[in-house]
């Protein structure tokens, strides 16, 4: 079977989301009066064959631990559909 | 062993783009050196073109946008480095043969955990969310195999272009992490002014706000040094920008390639 | 693609083909002049009524009608951006004139060809991205980099600095004076130099220089030029033709999809407030983790000598880069389309073959070395496709699908008709007597210019781009002290290892004065190209252009067209250093108006020794200045 | 009031998902053999302050237009909590 498993990855809170200051300031200067502060993430969106669910999820849970995220940065989640 | 009997690998995959002139570097000096793809290491290329890294005594990985830095910088490269070759990269550096990373390469190393080793550690997207491009300076805090000839407290004028070049610890454990790293003397070099005062996190000096300055690191032995600044970009006193008013012998970054030749023939 | 309301309008000329895949032909043999023209624009054709004439008088010939592919193909060979029918016989009867002995290859392939020294040759190119990053300023930007890369390498050159000139609207123009449909400069700017620095810095070629210049004509319709310099040994100089009848195509990198269809005939037509939605499928993203490997394994396989042409896709995909190749041999071609690697699987024939999918090169190569060359894009981890033949006599030929949907002669389809448009006089100088009375306070007038768009640092944008990738950089674009570094005139690039001898590039053009005066402003601009050349330390050595301009049908901008020409090529004849390659964009206007006319020139420059270069800054105090010329 | 807006940009059909593709490739190479088509996304938390939840919407609606999302190659949703 076919899982769409979809992967997030964020940064850990206390880390400097550089990306996000900048799309915050940007904002701001345009004059976009009621933004406030601003995350970023990212997301994978995964084909899986899987016999089963559990198994999808273990697939994916693997690749995240091996090139998706960094667990020194990252948090990551997983939801399969 | 003999100048001539050196072999360098400088191991790059797609999107490494200082291969060339890291090479060039090492022919300058008349040192082999060879511009490897990770999958001649891995078997996964045809019979002519394999390569075994135990035939090499030092393993560059130099700068680019491996697999263009997609994901986080460094981090196909890594990956692929640790699930394929993780064994015979291990046994090269418990050997005390000697593993650098420049820029890309540091990049690499932190991210396959080889770097600084005995802590967690990152290098991410800088202060600016840009890509930095110029020169800067470095003071050199640590001898390494990559460093033997530069006396400790020399700064350095090199060239820098990264988009994630500053160094984190997890965050809540990193003034512990920042400690040991000092007890340990595992800083190899810290940004700071032309005239060598640390740069204080500011800006050009330190142009990636990277925690305390730091712009290379290595691991307990010594063996593993990894460092954003591209040392093999002014091999000649005309590629600084300020050669006009400086007059050096030789630029700043050949003393780095003359370090590791040394050092290779007395080790071995 | 069609919309569903036009379609039923022109039903009637639209055959649908008992095939498995979508296929039409299209009944121009009975067609009236209204049904030609409507057609045209339809199908986003950009022809013009006497070209769709043409069409139907040839298939009227051989009695039958085009079908869709051949259609499309007509239209992308015959685009202004692919034929420059417009320009050629201005550049032809001007600037053209000064010849290029310097030069191997000039005005004829895709990049120019110049003797650097005994062994070596610089290969040299500039070319415009103005729409595309207009819509999409990152991908736009991104991709226009990428073309120029391609441009490079398929004369056999390794790519050594790219330069960027832009050109944009005011950055602090009220968010109220934004016309429809087109999007802030900031905006536009920051995307911009952020697909430049991204591609750029990936595929590590550094960056040399450029100019960003702001005036209020660029709001509707920004210019981003980019130049490229590659270095090559001249064996290793390969061209853009198929070598013998036999041999075979072979279509290397990226894989081909439905991005940028129409992306020359979009080129070709002025931006109007519906492009944003209208012109979608014209808009690409660069790859350039394909484009890396692909400089190496094209130039080791051409290194090898087993190429016998090379060519870029770029405008017009496969419809433009099959046909140049046979025809420049003087030859045919047959192709079997089927055969070509796809990203999406259910593209119609004529989507794939004029598709402008990125990071594709062509190549051709003797049959028994097929599989030499295949192995090494295998190594490099890239797809590559045999796809055709050249074939004797003049006829390309496509089949796809067991069906044979195309087979026109060569001469045809390339040999667009040239037109000498009408162009108004424009007065000679528009000399304006300047009165401006003795400021108060010279402090207050000094720091307003210095604080100026077109005066201010361009440090932010300089410093995202890497200057100094591959280890050559011999004078780095920003120069003084490291506290104060500020911008220099030219940078110098040493090319050759083991030698001193350098290169120094710049870009220049002052668009005010070439609307002011397009004679003496294009001169003017080649001569400021000169001085920034000189001041470096170097002689100037060649030139290339990129003729940007508004709608050339209107008869004051084909004036300025002239004019410029004009002007610059006085100032090569009088220097006596040729243009040597360039690129012309027209139809640079929206319906906010045109843009200042913008012949942007890029300048190459010999210094004997880097190391005798100047840099900008002044070294000391007590140095003394000196000005010198009137 | 403040409400959490969150933005996903993801690229059209049609448009080269080059960061998808070197994921979908690396996992295949790390031996994950269950992985299939991969696709990208980009999300941006922001908080706006506005009077209504419909102000919030249209406010981030509009940043949406001139910032966060190109419409010629991307397609965006907004979800505001
Ligand atoms: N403004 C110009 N000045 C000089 N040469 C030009 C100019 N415009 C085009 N050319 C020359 O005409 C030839 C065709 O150019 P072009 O179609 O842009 O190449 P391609 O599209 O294959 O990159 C090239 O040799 C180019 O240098």
Same mark, same amino acid.
């Given at each position: ?81 | ?85 993780? %064994? ?10 000697? =593993?650098? @990373? +420049? /820029? &890309? ?96 996190? %500011? ?10 300055? =730091?712009? @290379? +690191? /290595? &691991? ?49 | ?630």
């Amino acid at each position: 079977m076919v899982f769409k498993a979809e992967v997030r990855v964020e940064l850990k809170r206390g880390i400097l989301d550089a990306e996000a200051n900048t799309v915050q300031n940007s904002l701001q200067l345009l004059g976009f009066k009621g933004i406030g502060e601003v995350k970023t993430a990212k997301i994978f969106v995964i084909d899986v064959s899987a016999p089963t669910k559990e198994k999808a999820q273990e697939e994916v849970e693997e690749a995240c631990k091996r090139l998706l995220a960094n667990p020194v940065i990252n948090n990551y989640s997983i939801t399969i559909k | 062993m003999k100048k001539e009997e050196i072999k360098v690998c400088i191991v790059r995959m797609e999107g490494t783009n200082c291969e060339d002139e890291t090479e060039r570097a090492f022919r300058r000096l008349n040192v082999f050196a060879e511009k490897v793809h990770l999958k001649q290491l891995t078997g996964d290329s045809s019979g002519e073109r394999r390569r075994k890294l135990s035939d090499y005594q030092a393993l560059i990985i130099p700068g680019g946008f491996s697999a263009g830095d997609y994901i986080r910088s460094g981090a196909v490269f890594a990956s692929l480095m640790q699930s394929k070759l993780e %064994k015979e990269v291990r046994e090269f550096a418990n050997e005390g043969k000697i =593993i650098g @990373g +420049i /820029c &890309n390469g540091f990049q690499v190393l932190t991210s396959a955990g080889l770097l600084p080793g005995n802590i967690e550690a990152a290098l991410t997207t800088n202060a600016s969310s840009k890509f930095e491009g110029g020169f800067n300076y470095v003071k050199h805090l640590r001898k390494t195999p990559f460093t033997e000839n530069v006396e400790i407290g020399k700064v350095l004028n090199f060239a820098h272009g990264h988009g994630e070049g500053r160094l984190l610890f997890v965050p809540g454990k990193d003034k512990q992490a920042l400690k040991e790293l000092q007890e340990n003397n595992q800083i190899v070099f810290r940004f700071c002014t032309p005239a060598g005062e640390f740069a204080n996190g %500011k800006y050009p000096f330190n142009p990636n706000g990277t925690t305390f300055d =730091i712009a @290379g +690191i /290595c &691991n307990l032995g010594g063996n593993v040094v990894g460092w954003m600044p591209h040392p093999e970009r002014v091999q000649d006193p005309f590629n600084h920008y300020d050669f006009h008013r400086n007059n050096r012998a030789s630029g700043d970054g050949m003393v780095i390639f003359e370090s590791i030749i040394e050092y290779l023939q007395k080790k071995f | 693609m069609l919309k569903t309301s036009s379609r039923d309008s022109l039903s009637h000329l639209y055959r649908r083909l008992d095939t498995s895949f979508p296929f039409y032909e299209i009944d121009v043999r009975s067609a009236t002049d209204s049904e030609l023209i409507q057609i045209s624009k339809e199908r986003h054709l950009s022809l013009s009524l006497d070209e769709m004439k043409r069409i139907k008088e040839y298939f009227s010939r051989g009695k039958r009608n085009p079908t869709d592919v051949e259609l499309e193909s007509l239209a992308q060979s015959w685009s202004e951006h692919c034929s420059y029918k417009t320009s050629k016989p201005v550049m032809r009867e001007t600037f053209l004139k000064v010849k290029a002995p310097q030069a191997l290859v000039a005005v004829s392939e895709d990049a120019a060809v110049v003797k650097f020294d005994n062994e070596h040759s610089y290969v040299v190119k500039i070319e415009s991205h103005n729409h595309p990053s207009a819509l999409d300023p990152y991908g736009g930007a991104s991709t226009g980099i990428g073309g120029i890369l391609r441009d490079i390498m398929c004369m056999g050159a390794q790519p050594i600095a790219v330069v960027d000139p832009l050109f944009f609207g005011p950055l602090d123009l009220k968010e109220e004076k934004v016309p429809d449909g087109v999007k802030h400069p900031l905006y536009l700017l920051r995307g911009v130099v952020k697909g430049i620095s991204s591609y750029g810095n990936s595929v590590g070629i550094p960056n040399a220089g450029g100019m960003v210049y702001f005036d209020d004509s660029y709001v509707g319709n920004c210019l981003v030029n980019a130049g490229c310099v590659g270095i090559m040994k001249n064996k290793n100089l390969v061209h853009s033709r198929a070598g013998n009848a036999g041999d075979v195509f072979v279509l290397v990198g990226g894989s081909t999809g439905r991005d940028g269809i129409h992306g020359v005939t979009f080129a070709s037509v002025e931006l109007t407030a519906e492009s944003d939605s209208e012109s979608r499928p014209a808009v690409q993203l660069g790859d350039p983790i394909t484009k890396e490997p692909l400089i190496h394994a094209c130039l080791e396989a051409n290194e090898k000598g087993l190429l016998t042409g090379l060519k870029d896709l770029g405008g017009g995909g496969l419809s433009c880069v099959v046909g140049e190749m046979a025809h420049a041999a003087n030859l045919g071609a047959e192709v079997d389309l089927e055969k070509v690697h796809l990203r999406e699987h259910d593209m119609a024939p004529w989507e794939i073959w004029v598709s402008e999918s990125q990071e594709r090169m062509m190549l051709t190569c003797k049959p028994e070395n097929v599989y030499k060359v295949l192995e090494i894009f295998e190594f490099w981890g890239l797809p590559a496709s045999i796809i055709g033949k050249a074939v004797r006599g003049n006829r390309l030929s496509i089949k796809y699908k067991g069906y044979k949907i195309y087979d026109m002669e060569l001469p045809f389809i390339i040999e667009a008709k040239e037109y000498k448009r009408p162009f108004a006089k424009i007065p000679e100088s528009a000399k304006v007597e300047l009165n401006v009375p003795q400021p108060k306070s010279l402090e207050n007038v000094l720091l307003k210019t210095l604080g100026s768009f077109n005066i201010a640092s361009k440090e932010w944008i300089i410093r995202q781009y890497d200057s100094n990738v591959r280890g050559n950089t011999a004078l780095f674009p920003l120069q003084g002290k490291f506290e104060t570094l500020g911008h220099g005139d030219a940078a110098i690039i040493r090319p050759v290892e083991d030698s001193f001898k350098g290169l120094a590039i710049t870009t220049d053009v002052n668009p005010r004065f070439c609307k002011l005066d397009p004679y003496w402003g294009a001169a003017s601009s080649v001569e400021e190209s000169f001085r920034n050349i000189v001041s470096v330390g170097a002689t100037p050595h060649t030139m290339v252009d990129c003729l940007n301009f508004a709608n050339p049908e209107k008869e004051e901008n084909m004036g300025y067209i002239w004019k410029c020409c004009e002007g610059m090529h006085f100032a090569a004849r009088e220097f006596n250093v040729p243009f040597v390659s360039g690129n012309v964009s027209l139809y640079n206007e929206s319906h906010a108006g045109p843009i200042l006319p913008t012949p942007t020139i890029m300048t190459m420059g010999i210094i004997d020794d880097v190391r005798k270069s100047v840099s900008a800054d002044v070294k000391g105090a007590d140095n003394f200045l000196y000005l010198v010329g009137e």
